[in-house]
C-alpha cells in the first residue's frame, strides 16, 4: 500500500516544514511520497491556446509517473465534494479495489489538463474556495492523514 501525490510547482518556506510533518506522520500507516513537477511559466495575461499547451505539457510530464495500475484521484474545483469521513472511505475503498498505489494529483494555478482528468478514476474536490496549490499540498496532506486516523479508530481533533 503506497499513496504517491503528485503535485506541479514546489513547496517553499514554513508550508515546506507543514509538508515534511505531515508526510512523517503519515509514513507511520504508509509509504507515501511527494513528485515535484516542473510549472510550465505563461504570460500573466495569456491566452487559453498558451495555457492549454502548458497545462498539456503538464499532464504529459504527470502520466509518465502513473502506471496503469495506480488508482488515480485528480484534485480540482468541479470534482465530487466529499466530508472527511467520506474522503477517508474513498482512500479505503481505492486499496480494497486490489490497488497498491493510491495517487493524488495536484494542478498548477491553471489547473490540469484533460488527459489527467481522462485518466482519473476519481476527480474529487476539496471546496468551491481557491486555494495556491502550495497551500492545498498541506490541506491535502493533512486530509489524508486525517482519514488514517478515522480508519484506524483513533482519535483526532475536530
Do not use: C, W
Not at 503506497?2 to 516544514?17: D, E, H
Not at 478514476?121 to 490541506?139: A, G
Amino acid at each position: 500500500m503506497k499513496i504517491n501525490v503528485i503535485a506541479v510547482g514546489k513547496v517553499k518556506g514554513s508550508l515546506l516544514l507543514s509538508v515534511q510533518e505531515y508526510l512523517k506522520m503519515i509514513s507511520k500507516y504508509t509509504d507515501i511520497e511527494v513528485i515535484e513537477i516542473k510549472e510550465e511559466t505563461t504570460p500573466l495575461k495569456a491566452s487559453e491556446k498558451t495555457i492549454n499547451s502548458a497545462l498539456d505539457s503538464e499532464g504529459e510530464n504527470i502520466l509518465k509517473r502513473i502506471s496503469d495500475k495506480e488508482y488515480v484521484i485528480a484534485l480540482a474545483p468541479h470534482g465530487k465534494k466529499l466530508d472527511s469521513l467520506s474522503f477517508s472511505e474513498e482512500l479505503n475503498n481505492a486499496f480494497s479495489l486490489g490497488q497498491s498505489k493510491v495517487t493524488f494529483i495536484i494542478g498548477s494555478s491553471h489547473g490540469l489538463s484533460n488527459n489527467i482528468y481522462t485518466r482519473a478514476n476519481k476527480v474529487i474536490s476539496f471546496s468551491d474556495l481557491t486555494f495556491p496549490h502550495q497551500l492545498f499540498r498541506v490541506l491535502l496532506l493533512e486530509q489524508i492523514f486525517r482519514a488514517f486516523k478515522i480508519l484506524n479508530n483513533e482519535t483526532y481533533h475536530k
